[in-house]
């Protein structure tokens, strides 16, 4: 059975198509409707300007709406359209409508174009309700459609009825409760909101903060504590008879991404002490700047790549870090694989365990057996979406919990590079902005940031 939603597209487009309006989930170019059975043969004398204009505000009190959308695996600025929509001003049963005010652009959110992400769109489905149908239906794209981006901070604008004012209302700001909502687009039409939506308390926080606290802060909060308790180990390695000098270690790789970033500040919060590992820059100087920031951060030691996977390594764990493991690392984050993931294997102590969460390399990582057996390490993998779906009610708390770490000011947002979207931003921008997440190094993480739209 089709959604409200959908049913009620099917009904706007019929009286569309009656009254000769413009095509209401199409582009809209004109500033007045077009002439229909009932209208004057003559149209009203209007000067049209020397180039096509796009409203806001369409007729009857439509709100125009612009959304970033693919029909086809590929990359981002191959497959990528910038598609221009009406949303009715009536809103069905427990729909919302709500306004983006920022959305961070994830690798995970890249992958997803590509059609190299565990979670794919199906665009070749013949049921007129999957998703990707219910989708060009709802944008009036020519093919079955899905619209990209996982994280991002709305405001409502507009709330239907049968919506418990003491759950959403006007105003609230709210984050998306589960993944592939679509976060890359100007407005969005939401049903079952109080299902899909997660309302925060945006008091002493940008938009951009907000946007950001669900995928990245998340993953290394869950990681730094579901496969090893740390914490726990430190404080009965501290009341033993030879304690040690801080926390239990964990090393990562990646350090410098923003489950990195946000596995340094974590870790600190609880006590735990980090050795990180991160790529060279193009310079000595410009690699000496970010090993201090992320030492302001909290980082107890950071190293570069090259120095990870010198032979010398071991040595260094031991003499100056470990106390000739009397303190060993026990946890491990690896989101680069190959040769980094090898190195990681030889830093665990016995019974440690490395988690791995992403494959940035893209060279493969052998199972070790012989570590695997004479040192019990463990080998596990994490996948944010997945724990969300298994508990809903612990990843809010955790949510709201990091939102007021960042509000006390003890938990910074990884740095972003801000991509203004304003109705007259072009396509190309946009696209650009995807397309580049994943090469170089970035000054930040890609955020759309929403102005006059």
Same mark, same amino acid.
């Given at each position: 059975?089709?959604?409200?939603?959908?049913?009620?597209?099917?009904?706007?487009?019929?009286?569309?198509?009656?009254?000769?309006?413009?095509?209401?989930?199409?582009?809209?170019?004109?500033?007045?409707?077009?002439?229909?059975?009932?209208?004057?043969?003559?149209?009203?004398?209007?000067?049209?300007?020397?180039?096509?204009?796009?409203?806001?505000?369409?007729?009857?009190?439509?709100?125009?709406?612009?959304?970033?959308?693919?029909?086809?695996?590929?990359?981002?600025?191959?497959?990528?359209?910038?598609?221009?929509?009406?949303?009715?001003?009536?809103?069905?049963?427990?729909?919302?409508?709500?306004?983006?005010?920022?959305?961070?652009?994830?690798?995970?959110?890249?992958?997803?174009?590509?059609?190299?992400?565990?979670?794919?769109?199906?665009?070749?489905?013949?049921?007129?309700?999957?998703?990707?149908?219910?989708?060009?239906?709802?944008?009036?794209?020519?093919?079955?459609?899905?619209?990209?981006?996982?994280?991002?901070?709305?405001?409502?604008?507009?709330?239907?009825?049968?919506?418990?004012?003491?759950?959403?209302?006007?105003?609230?700001?709210?984050?998306?409760?589960?993944?592939?909502?679509?976060?890359?687009?100007?407005?969005?039409?939401?049903?079952?909101?109080?299902?899909?939506?997660?309302?925060?308390?945006?008091?002493?926080?940008?938009?951009?903060?907000?946007?950001?606290?669900?995928?990245?802060?998340?993953?290394?909060?869950?990681?730094?504590?579901?496969?090893?308790?740390?914490?726990?180990?430190?404080?009965?390695?501290?009341?033993?008879?030879?304690?040690?000098?801080?926390?239990?270690?964990?090393?990562?790789?990646?350090?410098?991404?923003?489950?990195?970033?946000?596995? @340094?500040?974590?870790? $600190?919060?609880?006590?735990?002490?980090?050795?990180?590992?991160?790529?060279?820059?193009?310079?000595?100087?410009?690699?000496?700047?970010?090993?201090?920031?992320?030492?302001?951060?909290?980082?107890?030691?950071?190293?570069?790549?090259?120095?990870?996977?010198? $032979?010398?390594?071991?040595?260094?764990? $031991?003499?100056?870090?470990?106390?000739?493991?009397?303190?060993?690392?026990?946890?491990?984050?690896?989101?680069?694989?190959?040769?980094?993931?090898?190195?990681?294997?030889?830093?665990?102590?016995?019974?440690?365990?490395?988690?791995?969460?992403?494959?940035?390399?893209?060279?493969?990582?052998?199972?070790?057996?012989?570590?695997? @057996?004479?040192?019990?390490?463990?080998?596990?993998?994490?996948?944010?979406?997945?724990?969300?779906?298994?508990?809903?009610?612990?990843?809010?708390?955790?949510?709201?919990?990091?939102?007021?770490?960042?509000?006390?000011?003890?938990?910074?947002?990884?740095?972003?590079?801000?991509?203004?979207?304003?109705?007259?931003?072009?396509?190309?921008?946009?696209?650009?902005?995807?397309?580049?997440?994943?090469?170089?190094?970035?000054?930040?993480?890609?955020?759309?940031?929403?102005?006059?739209?």
């Amino acid at each position: 059975m089709a959604s409200p939603i959908v049913g009620l597209a099917r009904r706007q487009l019929a009286r569309a198509s009656h009254r000769g309006l413009p095509a209401l989930l199409a582009h809209t170019h004109t500033p007045f409707p077009t002439s229909s059975s009932s209208s004057p043969a003559t149209p009203p004398a209007v000067t049209l300007p020397l180039t096509p204009r796009r409203f806001k505000s369409g007729p009857y009190g439509y709100t125009q709406a612009k959304t970033l959308y693919f029909s086809r695996f590929g990359e981002p600025a191959d497959v990528l359209h910038l598609h221009t929509h009406s949303i009715s001003p009536t809103l069905p049963n427990g729909a919302v409508l709500l306004r983006t005010l920022a959305a961070p652009v994830n690798p995970a959110d890249v992958n997803t174009i590509q059609g190299t992400y565990g979670a794919r769109p199906d665009f070749s489905s013949a049921d007129p309700g999957s998703p990707t149908n219910q989708t060009r239906l709802l944008l009036g794209t020519p093919e079955p459609a899905a619209v990209p981006g996982n994280e991002g901070c709305f405001e409502v604008a507009a709330v239907g009825p049968g919506v418990d004012a003491a759950v959403l209302k006007r105003g609230d700001w709210v984050i998306p409760a589960g993944p592939g909502f679509g976060t890359f687009r100007t407005h969005a039409l939401v049903e079952d909101a109080a299902r899909r939506l997660l309302k925060v308390d945006g008091s002493g926080l940008s938009p951009a903060q907000v946007a950001t606290v669900s995928v990245n802060p998340c993953s290394a909060y869950r990681m730094l504590r579901d496969h090893v308790d740390l914490v726990g180990e430190s404080v009965r390695r501290f009341a033993s008879a030879d304690p040690p000098r801080g926390g239990m270690w964990f090393i990562q790789n990646g350090a410098n991404s923003g489950v990195g970033r946000a596995a @340094i500040q974590l870790g $600190r919060l609880w006590g735990l002490r980090s050795i990180n590992v991160v790529r060279e820059r193009e310079t000595p100087e410009a690699t000496e700047a970010l090993k201090a920031e992320l030492r302001e951060l909290g980082a107890d030691v950071v190293v570069t790549e090259k120095e990870f996977l010198d $032979r010398s390594f071991g040595a260094r764990l $031991r003499e100056e870090w470990t106390r000739n493991g009397r303190e060993p690392v026990l946890l491990g984050l690896n989101c680069v694989g190959g040769p980094s993931a090898s190195a990681m294997v030889k830093a665990l102590g016995p019974r440690g365990c490395m988690v791995t969460y992403g494959g940035m390399s893209r060279q493969s990582f052998p199972f070790p057996t012989g570590p695997a @057996i004479f040192k019990r390490l463990r080998f596990e993998g994490f996948w944010l979406t997945e724990w969300g779906r298994e508990n809903p009610d612990e990843k809010r708390r955790m949510i709201n919990e990091i939102l007021d770490l960042m509000r006390q000011g003890k938990f910074k947002q990884t740095p972003v590079d801000e991509v203004k979207w304003d109705w007259d931003t072009e396509e190309q921008v946009l696209k650009d902005a995807i397309q580049g997440t994943l090469t170089g190094f970035r000054s930040g993480k890609g955020l759309f940031l929403f102005g006059d739209t």
